[in-house]
């Protein structure tokens, strides 16, 4: 697995590449069959890689809120909702995004500071254990310049398509 500081430079060299098995896995991949194939990598690859030592998203993306994931965080933090989205939020299409990146509540030793309350988006990310991959290609493809782990998902992927890589920089 390639090292969390090492990903976006990987990724600026096989960009194009990437774009390219995209656009190929959207002509030419089976929406379930994809699914499993990224929900098999998602486990496997997950299973033994300890997320503390990356965190790459959480200093790359802002987390957004739900609504109803303002309480709990707000409680947790000892503040009002109100005092909780003066100080920490921007509200963007209907959802409340943290005004702040990197993550304000990354600690040094990559924890959370909000661990038992922090939103779904966070939990869930990157999202490559959700059904209906096949259209939202493109936010994991922004996810290989990020994660090491949807990096290494995309190569084994081009491998299992015997996908043509292009001559690399
Ligand atoms: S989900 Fe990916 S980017 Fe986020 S900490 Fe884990 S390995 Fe790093
Ligand atoms: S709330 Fe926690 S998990 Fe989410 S981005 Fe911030 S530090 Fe990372």
Redesign the pocket.
Known sequence: MIEPSKVKEAFNRIEAENYAFRAYLKNHANEDELDEQFLKLHNELFLNYDCSIC?N??KE?S?SFKEDELGPVSAFLKMTEKDFIVKYIKEEFGDYQ?NVKP?????EDGG????TC??N??RDYPYTDKPERLFSLLSILDSTSICPVVFEMFERLKDEYRFKRRNRR
């Open positions: 965190r998203c959480c993306y987390a943290l993550c304000c509540f990354l600690k959370c500071e909000i661990e922090k939103p988006s966070c």
